[in-house]
Antibody, heavy 112, light 106 residues
Framework: EVKLQQSGDELVRPGASVKMSCKAS????????MHWVKQSPGQGLEWIGT????????SYNQKFKGKATLTADKSSNTAYMELSRLTSEDSAVYYC?????WGQGVMVTVSS | EIVLTQSPTTTAASPGEKVTITCLAS?????MYWYQQKSGASPKLLIY???SLASGVPDRFSGSGSGTSYSLTINTMEAEDAATYYC?????????FGGGTKLELK
């Protein structure tokens, strides 16, 4: 069974950074790209970017360049996303996803 | 950026009723993906490559379309289909989603 297990919810201070993880199981990690998606409260879905673990190649939505950094660790089948210089606009649920399976989401709350 | 416009934004259907959701793209895309999201849950893939049914998805769901116009159809509405539906294009960066269609049970 394909599973994407994300790390826990985060409460962070404005201006800080947060790094979240997405551990993949049930398939060969390097066979699929991993995508990251943002869902702001009560809003729709926004594509942040994609990493191809096999060749460590990333592509980003221009809107999130400088905000999000995607990495992957093939040894642990885990993808990561770091968000920097957080503001209240970054408060949202963040998902990792293959095209056909999604993680459970990480709720990031930016508050002082 | 390719903008995807879904219609209707909100709709309601009775059990057994047919439902069609449309997704119009601002430029031509090669195919469309459809996701279902229930309250408090992650999105779930329903349709990939415009018309292929994802694993485990009931066959009352179907997808069609080409170019700039795509649709998702639920042949016979069931209570469990009440959810928000999103289209997504993977043809070009940035990959974009439609704004969503909220489907309620009448």
């Amino acid at each position: 069974e394909v599973k994407l297990q994300q790390s826990g919810d985060e409460l962070v201070r404005p201006g800080a950074s947060v790094k979240m993880s997405c551990k993949a199981s049930g398939y060969t990690f390097t066979d699929y790209a991993m995508h990251w998606v943002k869902q702001s409260p009560g809003q729709g879905l926004e594509w942040i970017g994609t990493i191809i673990p096999l060749i460590d190649t990333t592509s980003y939505n221009q809107k999130f360049k400088g905000k999000a950094t995607l990495t992957a660790d093939k040894s642990s089948n885990t993808a990561y996303m770091e968000l920097s210089r957080l503001t209240s606009e970054d408060s949202a649920v963040y998902y990792c996803a293959r095209y056909d399976n999604w993680g459970q989401g990480v709720m990031v709350t930016v508050s002082s | 950026e390719i903008v995807l416009t879904q219609s209707p934004t909100t709709t309601a259907a009775s059990p057994g009723e047919k439902v069609t959701i449309t997704c119009l793209a601002s430029s031509s895309v090669s195919n469309m993906y459809w996701y279902q999201q229930k309250s408090g849950a992650s999105p779930k893939l329903l349709i990939y490559s415009t018309s292929s049914l994802a694993s485990g998805v009931p066959d009352r769901f179907s997808g069609s379309g080409s170019g700039t116009s795509y649709s998702l159809t639920i042949n016979t509405m069931e209570a469990e289909d009440a959810a928000t539906y999103y289209c997504q294009q993977w043809s070009s960066n940035p990959r974009t989603f439609g704004g969503g269609t909220k489907l309620e049970l009448k």
